[in-house]
Each structure stands twice: as structure tokens, then as C-alpha cells.
């Protein structure tokens, strides 16, 4: 018999794994592999430390956390539906394991390399001998029922609601941490209440909300709006991740001429999606971010010079244009590059637009269902609140570096 | 006249910096420093998170959170003692800048590498030109003065012992922080009634503890020794410790054999208190993570071996020796190293003893005064709670690899 | 000198009044007087604690909690407008006294007794001797004052904006205290972001939101719409309110038959608002709550059988008609009436149809003004989201006894 | 099939009982009946919310949150050892209904009217029909069973040690509950880890310790002995209890020339523990702070002004004088009687001594035992902290009227 092991968790509480249970032993097990203990090296919200200093969490954390939610939710739906019950394994697994495909900068990162983390949680699953030894030593088809939830294929809509949906367990926690961690104290969910209001309906196997649940979802979609709103499309935190990837396209040009691992010569020459396994594993935020401060000694003064923005927080600043229509930003943006160019600066990676869209809501992935007198109804048909929080709220920023600011002030004043 | 700024902190919510306050302004400018930007890449528990998975955490965060404690205190002792007014840029300056002396691991790595933060972090403030210059603006002797303050021999005693203390501001932070990142709930601490417990004498010129604080700074000191004893000194950590500790000793064994770049070769080469100031504030976490990960694949078995299990988090085991005496450790350890080299392992550095020590409180640095009807008196004369806290707890581990476990059970039974 | 004084708030942590300030030595001497010790006996959410367990809190521990938040925003907006400072005294008195006038079980008491909490304020600054002399003494035109800005009168808006408005200090106090105790986690609101948000504007003399502090407002509109929604107007809450109300009203019928002390037959007797100073100051949650425990034991089996449902929390049911049209309603509840009548009930105390209207934003008291580029805005203009929280959400209720439940059931699916 | 019940707990979250579960359908039976309800009506803390304002909570409350924590350790408990399955109606049962005794002022009126809550449980359990009734409903042996728990003679010992021992669920719940209503944050326990301490030994089917627990326990110890000296044993709210008590001794003696109803009557005439059921549960706070209020008003000027003190909070003031020997207690007394006749008083009623012991561990009821190598070990022999806590710390303090304060104090000062 396996020991427990209990994780400690600042949101959570205790998280205990019990070693006498055989799914929760694999749990254990698929956490010691390399692959999962990797994503303690890659920090669950990129580039946003330099904005929220409190932001320095891992991957490795929240998938603790989003396992642990998973499961609370996973339990109490099946005390009351016991036909459940043999689901618990896949979905237990597919929480942990649900976020194994991230790489550097997790979702910065993707926006830079190109590469996809839910193809890569895929490839993993399937390809990493430790990982997949230890699922299909539980059981043969485990791991290609784990391809089929995150493939939003398994026949069991339930399972794949409660890994990837408009209410699904990985925001549930992302959303709690993020915003604990990030000092934004109005991002408290009510996870009683939240948990209280998910349902099974047995006919269509779909987790559903029931009419008396209603506030307690429509409270996590407007916490969701702030934290895209206020967080995630934070302007400081936009600028942070541009001057990482134009460090990074800059590198790139200037390849031949610099020190890099292999590693980082693969990510930076081949698209992302068809690096070889041991080279996408090999890669994480510290590999990029040890390049990074070799660069900044770099003879190439863009790549030093952005190298050394990027690691002393010298970011660029973001002037909101929100107001301003497509015409008068791109003039804008054009006056901005030639003021840069009058300044020395390398315009194309000094300037750039920037457009952010916050929504708490979209009818993606089924959108929510919930009980009502008349059968299933899709939440945002009954909740005004919903409703708006289902429209797009849009804002743009012309990112530029501070040593032409007076200037800029004036251009956009005169716009 | 300067923006303001503020630090959304999981703990102490907003921390505000007044752009038009000239004394926090200097904060500003010194957080925007590179060395002390170079804190975001050095955590504040080195090698903890492997076994408090929330310890993640940076040097950067914490010495906000000790400069915004620090603010706390003091504005309430001068606001009832005007006369300390002027002493508020100094004693800011010196709670922020505190740990900026702190190298890879932090206190971990001054263990492997037997640098010393503190004199470190007078080096920073004394020949870092960003640093210097922007405290030499302010006023030409505040430079001066926080090396006095460093050295305790600043002439206020309140100033030091604000900065550094049995009760000083660094700890009411880290104490806080580290519970909770920890998930140690035990460790929440009544920062208000601490706040009110803590008093000014102006004849001595010292903080003293009110009468009527004592069952507060009992608990303060209660907290400490348990994050000694459950945190600080879990012997998994310790096992962390060990590992990251013998890897690097084996590195400098095969330093000639090893790719590794200029930074580290010096770091492992000379007295860590010697190295020039550029090669001390070029390393930080990341730079030796990032070699551990090279050498992961280095020729030498022993080395890649160790750092495999650095990464992997596959740790020695620890076995609890506190109830044997001396010859039945030596005894033990002699027939572990044995075991180990049946089983072809490098002995020395798959075991070792460890000691870890907890206490509560310690007379060391004068200790915490009380103010009585009787004039001040040391807390533990006055407290049979403190005086038990005094007593060094102390608890031995034999470290060892799983792979040799049932043999060694087998021969500790039979001492 | 006075001393200080610290009252320990689950919410705020330590509010202390320092004796050595003016002001707050006439706040400690103002707590001290028996109409404001009065508060301790009314609870802050009348009948609540029969639906939310731990809505036990009175209107002492709210106006405490009231002036706490005010004195920390408006010495937030002094310290950038040294102008205000005049203002102090008033609005920190202003802010504890703002509830004084509240009667026995505060709004549900107002509802039964048709008296005027705010009216009932002002009488007992002007009348009440105690309350009086202190004002005086500090400043003869207090009294004055603060009449002035309860009746919104007072010439710096500010004052009356921080005491009664849209985004006064009272609803701050009481959403979280509220959100809190009756265990609505959603409710915690970011008191930093929003002290953040709040402006003064010197030429308008108004309280104002900055443009960057919308989300934080935004959410504080939120958090009030669920409160009501999910709290203030819970059917539980409602059916408990009419329970006590019905009691009271079957005892004035009844009056010449029962005991009843001089101050309850004043009460059940005169019309509130002109009730003689020391009759209203006499009663409070207890004096009534006995009396009901009394006539639980009457004579007459409808005041006894009421006030034995509200004592033992056997309440009332309540049927959600909220999609029935006014006819069907009313068809609903004669039916209702004839199955009492059958049943023996007195039909008039056992059924009644309850509308509720929650809403997170009104115009009322002049809205929320937001600064803008092109100058201050009604915030509903700019946040769509506001602009839903304006609607109202109307919820309809019929309340019967279980006694005929199946019945009425039957009824209510046959319509 | 009943319906499941919900209540939402400041502290403990969501408290859901399940209907379908028969054992949790009759805890909601239970809460349903009118003696339970009465505990609505009992204040947890007595008189403590004259010093802590927030301490306004009922023994209902308190009662839910003690079945919430006992279900919580004891299913924890019943999954490792299911042959204690069968206990856990009688375990939430005895947990639910643990203070159902309680009386008016809770421990302060049994000191004053010398009763005996325990004492009351029983014979509520055994007499009142309603809670009969549904005990017996459950099971014939029930109510006989309970009575055995609470007479600490139930043959399982662990049934007993988590109803009433050194380390029970009352406890852990008041702890927490009354720390965080009181304000004093220190009193935050870390329920995880003590739960995860607690083990059910089944040799002597005992509530044990497990040594890695030992920090968790220690750490409740301490809270528990700094409520005592804080929070409990606070000078101001033994002054309270002294005003309360005086005015009833006094009321006793003038009892036949005031209005008093037929259960205040019963209750101070007659020992209270002889008292006939229906009159005990007639009696709450509610009763004698009504009639308080009208002996304020009373013709007996010692009972009126009693009465007005403890109302308006008029408290007396307390001198500590724990480092005075008996003697020159026993003289000040005298003198401070003697100030008082001549300034008027009744001075057997405006002064006094009183002595408060605060422990954090006291080895009646077996103590805490601790799992070791060596077998189970009383926890003060192997922890020095809890040595340490099981001395009795001792305050005195001379209760007076502040209006003699600065005669008294001169007295003081010269003795």
C-alpha cells in the first residue's frame, strides 16, 4: 500500500491524496514524473510578475489546485449519481494532467512561439514514456480516454465540462489564485455556493446549473470580466509581453551570431507544434529567461537593449487609444515611428498597437445550461447580467518607449 | 513632481508609494534599480517550494512587504514622537533595501556557496552606481548611514531594531508570508495587536514592548518556532537542501569537464565574499537552475544523477536520529555509507547527518525588552512562555537515497 | 488628556480613537452615551439571523464599523485636499451617528411600525440630552451641522456624499459586515481599489470615482445587487418579517386583553414618528421580542399561534409567482384564502403576496459620477454593466403556512 | 425523502445536511424544535460583548459549528476505520445538542444563578417531548446513549473525547469562532493539520495524537490559553459579569417590591438546577435583560443604578493587584470599602476581588495522549510548550467604581 501525501495549499487548504486509493495513488505517481515536476518551472501567468508582483506562482501549483477543485465538485456529483462513480479516475486525471503541455511563458509564451499547450498536453500523454507507463499501468484505455475529454470528444459531456467548459474546474481555480495572488481581493469566488449550484442531469450526462445557483454563476462570470478587464489585459502586462517577444523575434534574426543552447536554437528555428518531444520538454521559463540575460550582453544593441528592458523592468509605457478610431491610430502609430527613428531607436520592435478584449461570458464550448421550469435554458437568455457580460469590452493601447513621451503626449493631443 | 505607485500585495493589500512624498519617491526609484529588480529572480525560500508547493515567492516580494511593515510601525511610534520624523527616509530605505545582498538560494545557497547577505548588501549599497547615486541625491549621508544601520551602530537603537531585531520588521513579514504561502495557518499573526504593543522610549531611544503586549509578542515568538520547527526545518526541505548543495560540490570536482559560463565558474571557484560585484549580482536563481539543467547531461554519473534529482524532485529520504546519541549515529552513518557503496553509489554525497535547531527566541541581538512598573525587563524573565521558547529544540536526520531504504530500516531497528 | 480607546473588529481589525485628537475623544464620549449603547440591543438586519445563522451583529458594531471607513477615506482625501480637514469632526460624527435613530428590529421594525429611522436620528441629536450636551460642547454649530447633513443640505457635498449617497460608507460597512456574517463569500469587496477610486473635486466640492477606479466600483454594484438579490430579499427572510409583522398587528386588536408594558402600548398605539423621545429611546429588539414570548402564552390562539411560529422559526412557506401575471396572482391568492379559511386559519395573518425589487444602482441621490476625459460622467453612461445593475429585478412571492402546502401546490400547477 | 439544509457558516462555509442521509434528517429535526431555536436567544459569550462588540453570537450558532467540525474529524476518522460507522448518529447528535442546556448569560449565569448547563442537557434530552421524540423515533437507545456520552461513561472512549475532553469539538469551534468575533487574530487554528493529527487508536478505541501532529496541538494549546488570558479572563469583562451579577443579588433582595414575571421569580428564588423544566427553557437573555431594563427604572436606587450601569455600559473599573500578597489585598479592600460608604455607595455591591487562572492545558479528562515509538505518551511530558501551558497563570484585580479612581489610586500607590 502506497503512503498519502498531502499538499498544503494557501487556497485550498490541505490537499490530501490517499495512498490506499488506487486512482489518487496514480495521482501521486503521475506527479513525480519529470514532465509534471517541470511545470514548477514555468509560472502560471507569464510575464504578469513584472505587473503583480505577487503573480510568481507555477503551472505545477494551480494544477494541484485545479485537480483539488475537480475533485470536491467530481465527489459531491457523485454521491447523488452514483452511476458516476467509474468516471472518477479519468476525471481526477485529466484536472491534474490538464495543463502538462505548457511551455516558456505559458500563454505569452504561445502567442510568441506559436505553439499550442493543449496539443502538447496530447503529445506528452501520449509520447512521454514515464507518464504514459503509469496511466496505462492503471488502466489500457486510459490514456485514450484522456485524448478524448481534452478533445472534448468522451462520450460523457459531464467529464469534458468539468475540464474545459464556460465553468470549468481550471478557471474556477486560476480565477481564485490569480486574483488572491495578484492582490485583487473583489476576484473571491464563492466556491460553496458555486458548488452547490452544479448539477448532473443524467439524461443528456451534462453538468448543469440549477435556477437557485443562478447569482452564485452569474458572480464568477462578472469576477472572470474584472480579471481579464484588470489583470490578464492589464496595459503594464500587455507591454511586458511585448518586450519579451520582441526580444525574442530580434533574437531570432540575430541567431547565427549569438550564444543558445540547443534548446533554444530548436524553439527559435522550428514551429513549435513539431519540436521533438525531448527538446519541447527540455524548455521552460528559466532556459529562456538564463538566454535572455546572456543577451543582454549581446553585441547587437536592439537584442541587448531589449534583453536588459525586459529584466529590469524597463518596459515600454501604453497610451490608450480605446477612443481613437482606426484612422487616427494609424497615424498615430506612423508619427510614433518617426519619432522613434529621429530617437535612434529600432522602430518596429519600439512600437506596436495593441488590442485587449475582456468578456465574462462567450456561448464557446456550449456556453452554460441551467434548470429551469421550462427545461435547460442557456444562462445568458435568462440573465440580463449575463447577457452584458457576453459583450466584448475592447480596449487598445499604442505601446512606445518612455524616452519619446513628451513627444507622443503632444501628437496624440493635437490628434 | 513624481507619479505615485502601487504594489497590490496578497498580504497588505495596497502598498502606496507617494510620488510626491520625496522620501518615497527615493523608494521608487530605488525598486527600479536592476539590483533590485535582480530580487524577482532569487526566492525568498530557496529550495522550500519542493516541499511547500506555494513557497514560490521572491526576495523582490517580500522586501515590499517588510518595507510596507516597516512604514506601518513606525509612522504610528512617530506620529506619538514627532522627534523621530527625520529618521523616516533612512528607516525605509534600510527596510526595503534589507536583503538586497541576497545570492542564488538565498538562504540556502549562503550555506553552499558561504557568502554572507548582509555584507553583501553593503557592498550593493556602497558600489552599485544606480543604488549610490539615487541614495547620495536624496541626502550625501544616507549611504553612510545604512551601512551604520546594517552594522547596528546606527546611534537611534530603535532605527536597528526595526531593520534587524529579535522583533524586527523583516520577520513580522516573512513570518506572515511564508505561513501563508505555506499553507500553515497557524502562522497568521496579529499584526495589529503588535502594531499597538510596540512602543518608543525616548530616553533609550529604543522599541520596547508594552506591558500590555505581551500575550501578542508571545504569540509572534510562539509562530516563529513553529515555522522553525514545521517549515524551515522539515526535513524534506532539508533533504532539498542537501541535494542542490552536493550537486554543486560535485560540479566544482569536474568544473574543467563542464560547460558552464563565466558567472558560475567564478562562483564556484572563488571565496563567494570576494567576487567581484558584477559577477555577485550577474547570478541569481535562474543562472545556477539553469546550469543543474545542462548538467543533467554532463558525462559525469554522479553529477547528472544529482541534478536529475534536483529537477526531478526525486530527494534523499530523511530518518528521524534525534533519539540516538552520538556513537549510534556515527555507527549508523558508517553502515548507510556502506550500504551505499554496495549498492554503487558515490557515498558521500548520497548521506549525510543534519541538525536542524528551533527556537522561538534567542537572547542574541539584546533581546526583547517589556516595560514594567519595574522599569524595562528582558520578555524572558517575565514570560514562562518565552523562557520555554528559549530552549534550542533539537531534531537529527540521516539522510539517505529510497534506493537503500528497507536495508537501512532494517539496521536502524536492530540498533 | 484623555485616553485612547481600541474596539477589535472581526472586519476592520483595530479601530482606535485616540484621546489625544479632539474629534476622537468626542467619538468615545459620544459611544458612551445610553442612545448610542441602545444600538447594542438592535440588530443590524432585524429578523435576518432566522434565515442567515450568523446575521447576529447589531447597529453598534455596524456604526462603528461606518465611522471606521469614513475616517479612512476621508483622511485618504485630506491628506491631497488639506482643505477638508475642517471637516473631520462632522463627518466622523456624522458617520457613527448615522444609524442612532434606528428602532426595534431597524428596517423590518420601520415596515411594522411606519417609523422613520432617519427622522428618529435627527430627534435624538437635537432632543436627547446626553447626546446634545457633548455635540455642544465641542462646537456649538455640530448639531446643526449634522442636522444639515443628514437632510443633505449641507453646502460641501462631499460630506453628505461620504454619509448618504450611492457609494456612501455606510453601505460599505454594511456589504461586507452583511456579505460576511451571513457566510455570502462573494460579497468581499476590494475596500483598497475603491478608497483608490474615490476622488475629491475641488470646484464641485463632490465626491467623485477616477476613471482607472471604475472596475472597483463596478464590482461594489455587484456585490450590492447579489446582496439583495440573494440576502435582503431572501423568500425566508421575507416570511420571517411578515410573521413578526402579522404578530404585532394581531396584538394591537388584541391590546386591551394582553400584558403589555407602557412602552409597547405606545408603540402598537401611536403612530411612530410621534412617539414622546424616552418611549422611542425605551424600546428596542428585546423589549418587543419578550413581549412576543409573553403573548406566545395569550389568550388568544392567533397572537399565540404567531408568535410561537416566530419564536420556534416555524415561518411561513413562500411560492415563487414571480412569472404569474397580476391576475393569475390574484386568483392564487383567494384560492389560498378559501384553503386557510377551510383549515381553520384566520386567513388575513397566514397569507399575503410579497414583491421584491433588487437592484445594484439607482439614479436616486444623484448617482455615482465618474471623471472623464470629457468631464464627470453618471458612471450607468459609461459601464454597460451598471447600466444593467439599474434595471430593476422584481421577484414575487405568495406566502402560506405548510399546513396546506399540497394543497396550494395542486393549485399552483393547475393555473 | 426529506430535503437537504443548508447553512451558510461565517467560518465553517457551507454546512449542508443531507435529507437522504436518516442520521442528518433527524440533526435537522432536531435543529427544528423549540429548545434547540431557544439557543437563538442565548448569547455565546454572555456579557462579552461589552468589551469585544463583536462577540454578539448565540450558542446556536456555536452549536451548528461544533456538529460541523465533529462531522467533519469523525467521517475523516470513519473512513480510515469504518467498525465506527455505526457511531456517527450518536456523534452528531451529542455534538448538535452539547449546549442545549445553556441558560441565560451562558457560563456567566452559571455563576450566577449556580446552574449547571450540563446538567440541563440532560434533562432537556430526557423531558423536553419534542427532542424526546424524535431521539426515540431514531432509535429506542438513543437518548439513553446520549446521556452516557455526556456523563463521559459511553464504552467508546473516542465517542466521549470528541463531545468533551481536552481537545473536542466545542473547543475547536469556540476557539475559532469566538477568536475571530472578538477580533483576535491570533486565535486562527490551522483545522487541516489538527485533523490530520487526530487518530482513533482501536486497541483502546481511543482519540490519540500522532507525533507528526504534536506542532498542531501544541499550536491550539497556546490559542487556547491566550483566549483565556486575552479574551475570556479581560479585566473589563469580568467587571460585566460583577455589574450583572451585583444587580441580580441585588434584585433578589428586593424582589418583592418589583415587577418581575413568573419565571424570573422562579429563577431567583429557587436553586436553580431544582427549577421545573418548562421555566428553565421560559428563560433566556432576552428575559432578564428586559426586566433589567425595567429595574433601571426601579424605586430601589442601588438596583436602578446597577441596572443603568450595565445597560449603558457604566462598567466598574478594575485595579491589577496580582503582584499584591493577600494582605495588603485583604487592607485595600477595606480602604476601597471604606471610600466607598463614604462617598455614598452600597459598597458590598461596587467592589470586590476577583482572580482569574488561564491555562492552555490542564490534564483533567484524561489529557491528550500522544502516539509514539515508545507507545501512547501524555502530551505534557513530551512537549515543554505544553508544560509550560499547563501551569495556571493567576491575575487579581480590585473591582471599583471609576468614581473613587483617584482616591483608590492614591491608596494603591502608597500601600
Given at each position: 500500500m502506497f503512503p498519502s501525501r498531502t499538499y498544503h495549499d494557501p487556497l485550498h487548504g490541505a490537499i490530501t491524496l490517499e495512498g490506499s486509493d488506487p486512482a489518487e495513488a496514480l495521482l501521486i505517481a503521475l506527479i513525480d514524473t519529470p514532465a509534471f515536476q517541470r511545470l514548477r518551472r514555468i509560472r502560471q501567468l507569464g510575464t504578469a510578475s513584472l505587473t503583480f508582483h505577487g503573480a510568481e506562482g507555477s503551472r505545477f501549483t494551480h494544477s494541484l489546485g485545479a485537480m483539488a477543485v475537480t475533485r470536491q465538485i467530481f465527489d459531491r456529483l457523485a454521491k447523488a449519481h452514483p452511476e458516476l462513480q467509474p468516471q472518477r479516475p479519468l476525471v481526477l486525471c485529466a484536472a491534474l494532467l490538464h495543463d502538462l503541455g505548457h511551455g516558456p511563458f505559458s500563454h505569452t509564451g504561445e502567442d510568441i512561439f506559436g505553439g499550442n499547450h493543449e496539443l502538447w498536453t496530447r503529445r506528452i500523454l501520449s509520447e512521454s514514456q514515464p507518464v504514459r507507463q503509469r496511466l496505462?499501468?492503471?488502466?489500457?484505455?486510459?490514456?485514450?480516454?484522456?485524448?478524448?475529454?481534452?478533445?472534448?470528444?468522451?462520450?460523457?459531456?459531464?467529464?469534458?465540462?468539468?475540464?474545459?467548459?464556460?465553468?470549468?474546474?481550471?478557471?474556477?481555480?486560476?480565477?481564485m489564485r490569480d486574483s488572491y495572488f495578484t492582490g485583487a481581493s473583489y476576484g473571491k469566488l464563492d466556491l460553496d455556493r458555486i458548488l452547490m449550484a452544479l448539477n448532473y442531469e443524467p439524461q443528456s450526462q451534462k453538468l448543469v446549473v440549477a435556477r437557485k445557483g443562478l447569482a452564485a454563476i452569474e458572480h464568477y462570470l462578472v469576477v472572470r470580466y474584472f480579471m481579464y478587464a484588470q489583470v490578464y489585459n492589464h496595459p503594464k502586462n500587455i507591454a511586458a509581453s511585448w518586450v519579451l517577444e520582441q526580444a525574442l523575434i530580434r533574437a531570432k534574426t540575430q541567431l547565427s551570431h549569438l550564444e543558445a543552447d540547443a534548446t533554444v536554437r530548436?524553439?527559435?528555428?522550428?514551429?513549435?507544434?513539431?519540436?521533438?518531444?525531448?527538446?519541447?520538454?527540455?524548455?521552460?521559463?528559466?532556459v529562456f529567461s538564463y538566454h535572455i540575460q546572456r543577451w543582454r550582453e549581446s553585441g547587437d544593441p536592439v537584442l541587448a537593449d531589449l534583453c536588459r528592458r525586459f529584466l529590469d523592468r524597463d518596459l515600454l509605457k501604453?497610451?490608450?487609444?480605446?477612443?481613437?478610431?482606426?484612422?487616427?491610430r494609424e497615424i498615430l502609430q506612423q508619427q510614433t515611428q518617426q519619432l522613434l527613428e529621429q530617437a535612434g531607436f529600432a522602430a518596429a520592435y519600439y512600437t506596436g498597437l495593441r488590442v485587449a478584449l475582456s468578456r465574462g461570458y462567450t456561448l464557446?464550448?456550449?456556453?452554460?445550461?441551467?434548470?429551469?421550469?421550462?427545461?435547460?435554458?442557456?444562462?445568458?437568455?435568462?440573465?440580463?447580467?449575463?447577457?452584458?457580460?457576453?459583450?466584448?469590452?475592447?480596449?487598445?493601447?499604442?505601446?512606445?518607449?518612455?524616452?519619446?513621451?513628451?513627444?507622443?503626449l503632444l501628437l496624440h493631443h493635437s490628434l
Open positions: 496505462d499501468q492503471f488502466h489500457p484505455n486510459l490514456a485514450a480516454d484522456l485524448q478524448q475529454v481534452y478533445l472534448k470528444k468522451y462520450p460523457v459531456p459531464l467529464v469534458c465540462q468539468l475540464i474545459s467548459s464556460q465553468l470549468d474546474c481550471d478557471r474556477l481555480d486560476y480565477l530548436a524553439w527559435l528555428t522550428q514551429p513549435c507544434n513539431q519540436l521533438p518531444l525531448a527538446q519541447y520538454l527540455a524548455a521552460d521559463d528559466g501604453a497610451l490608450d487609444v480605446t477612443t481613437l478610431d482606426n484612422v487616427k464557446y464550448q456550449h456556453g452554460i445550461e441551467l434548470q429551469t421550469p421550462a427545461g435547460l435554458q442557456e444562462i445568458s437568455e435568462v440573465s440580463p447580467l449575463v447577457q452584458t457580460l457576453a459583450q466584448p469590452f475592447q480596449r487598445a493601447w499604442l505601446l512606445y518607449p518612455r524616452e519619446i513621451e513628451s513627444d507622443l
